[in-house]
């Protein structure tokens, strides 16, 4: 089961998840190859970290917009640990680079932004430069550039040959407010002699264990929460009877001669289907509900 540990000790936080449920589904939704199952599950795990930090019903989305072959790669997350996501183009596959997948090379260079929903004021969007397109240095480099919060941030996952998702997960590391300089280096330090998340999820170790690898060292752990991670998408056949009824008369009418209308949610690839009836009553709603305003 995906889930995702919040813990403190002295004075650093870390949360750490184990994603590999979530980033599986996300992998068959959209059938993705290794590349993009690889490149969408490190920014879908981001993604849920980031969430980590909101409020209830609060949610973010992160979207790399980088220029290369797998193109945009949008993952939505919310404080209550349901994520969704998708990438433009699944099924890309490039050479591997020193034996591993070539994320960084698939997501290429361009701008990631993370926009935050807290339902009370407008969202904020933060951006800034993708450095390597590898996503986890990506992200610690967004929080400390945009939003002055130094952080580290480790995320894997691992496909087997079969094209399945073996392992996902991450962690992220931040100072708490006024950390010593001395705990500053000593994170830097552990981080730094840690082995891949990936690896550490596919030996099994739960996202408390990954929170004591990445605190070694430091004294009086306490685990604040744990919650579970899901795939989940918003979309319904209702919301997209709303989205088809903002077309234009033209392009509805022209669905209604076609006799049926299958639209597809980018976000979790399911499909909805929509029969000629379906479609001469939407329309005619339409056209009451423009009539009257
Ligand atoms: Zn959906």
């Known amino acids: 089961m995906d889930y995702l540990c919040k813990a403190t000790a002295e004075d650093v936080r870390v949360y750490a998840a184990i994603t590999t449920g979530v980033v599986g589904e996300a992998a068959r939704r959209h059938r993705c190859g290794a590349l ?3 490149a969408l599950g490190r920014v879908m795990t981001g993604a849920l970290l980031l969430a980590a930090n909101l409020k209830n019903r609060e949610c973010l989305t992160v979207k790399f917009h980088g220029n290369g072959p797998l193109g945009k790669i949008v993952a939505d997350a919310s404080a209550d640990g349901s994520t969704r996501g998708y990438v433009v183009h699944p099924e890309v596959e490039l ?7 070539s994320v960084g090379q698939g997501v290429g260079r361009g701008f990631l932004s993370v926009t935050r929903f807290t339902g009370l004021k407008d969202p904020v969007t933060g951006t800034c430069e ?4 590898e996503i986890a240095e990506d992200l ?5 550039q945009s939003e002055q919060t130094p952080s580290v941030v480790g995320l894997g996952v691992l496909v087997g040959i ?12 931040q100072p708490l407010p006024g950390a010593s300089e001395e705990t500053l280096e000593r994170l830097e330090q552990t981080v730094a002699t840690l082995r891949p998340v990936s690896m550490m999820v596919k030996d099994g170790l739960s996202a408390q264990e990954i929170v004591a690898e990445v605190l070694r060292g430091f004294t009086a752990i306490h685990v604040l929460s744990e919650t579970e991670l899901s ?3 918003q979309c319904s056949k209702n919301r997209t009877r709303e989205i088809l009824s903002t077309l234009r008369d033209e392009d509805l009418k022209q669905l209604e001669e076609d006799g049926n209308a299958e639209v597809c949610c980018d ?10 009836e379906e479609l001469v009553e939407i329309r005619r709603m339409m056209l009451e509900n423009r009539k009257v305003k």
């Open 95 to 101: 050479p591997l680079t020193n034996g591993k997948l």
């Open 162 to 173: 079969d094209g399945s998702t073996e392992a996902a997960g991450g962690f992220i590391v």
């Open 130 to 133: 993708i450095f390597s397109g």
């Open 36 to 38: 993009a199952t690889a």
């Open 267 to 276: 976000f979790c690839g399911e499909k909805y289907h929509f029969t000629k």
């Open 140 to 144: 610690t480099r967004y929080l400390f």
């Open 231 to 233: 795939f989940r998408c």
